[in-house]
């Protein structure tokens, strides 16, 4: 059994900010490690090379939507090799999560509300393997600590779903129906019109519950990019994420738990996207609808 990380030291905090806004968020990154050899352990260090360099530049795109008005905390914590995991059936993947990843974060979580948070009120926001981790917190911490759990505005659980036996089996929780609803999971995975299960490795089976990132709804009905307000995309020079007009289109599809997006050109966005096959959008997941992320938290 392993100890948590030790979440006093400063060098396991990715962001620390100064608290001058009224408003925090935790949050957690997504996987940004892969063992090298078979023979590797399946969970890295804390002080992994490959995390420290991997967890900024996807700070960068994801948590900054929320810099504007909120104190953005994130810590460092041992993940689970991507490739590892996503191999795993549902249940196996939950018990390695649930394990050193989830262990940390409850420490980092636990820190944070004593040592950072002041009792103001809170988000948490993730992506991945960090939502998976947000999944074991909501359904932990904050049952066993409610007074805390009062505080939470929103959970923004994107890339990887929340399911309705989940939620069955947390009563204290619940997912959002409309843009305003407060102490709600938020959730979405997005992807191409073509892709079937379980050819989406991030859902597979699985079907989660779902909002539409542009209008906040669960309806079926589709959310133009005239409707949406803006996105943020790799410039092709320099590979820096930037704004742009909104480039994705969302659409719930309950049947299969995600957002189909049909305006995203998936064979240029394979480069990126390969890892997770054509027409899987899990690394576009903040970046399609940053603004709109912003303009509703």
Known sequence: FSAATDYSKTAHWLSVPAPIMPVDVFYLYPTCWQKVNA???????????????GALPVFERQAKAFETFANVYAPYYRQADGGYTLGLPEDQREEVIGGIPTLDVTAAFDYFI???????????????????????LLS???????????????AYVIGYPVT???????????????????????????????????????????VGL??????????????????GLGSIMTDTATMIFVPVPQ?????????????????????????????????????FDYPFYYFNIRANA
């Open 140 to 154: 932990g911490y904050m049952k066993d600590n409610p007074e805390v759990y009062q505080r939470m505005i929103a």
């Open 210 to 227: 779902v909002i539409n990132p542009i209008t906040w709804t669960r309806t079926e009905t589709t959310a133009t990019t005239a409707e």
């Open 247 to 283: 480039y994705a289109d969302a659409r719930v599809d309950i049947n299969k738990g995600v957002i189909i997006c049909s305006t995203a050109d998936s064979t240029a966005l394979y480069r990126y996207t390969a890892p997770f096959g054509m027409g899987v959008y899990h690394s």
């Open 114 to 136: 004593k040592h950072f948070n002041n009792n103001r009120p809170f988000f948490l926001a993730g992506h991945s393997q960090g939502s998976n981790v947000l999944i074991h």
């Open 164 to 206: 309705s036996a989940y939620l069955n089996s947390n009563p204290h929780l619940k997912f959002a129906e409309g843009p305003d609803d407060a102490g709600v999971i938020i959730s979405y995975n997005t992807q191409s019109p073509g892709v079937v299960p379980p050819h989406n490795p991030v859902v597979s089976t699985m």
């Open 39 to 53: 023979t590797d352990p399946n969970i890295c260090n804390i002080d992994n090379p490959s995390i420290l360099a």
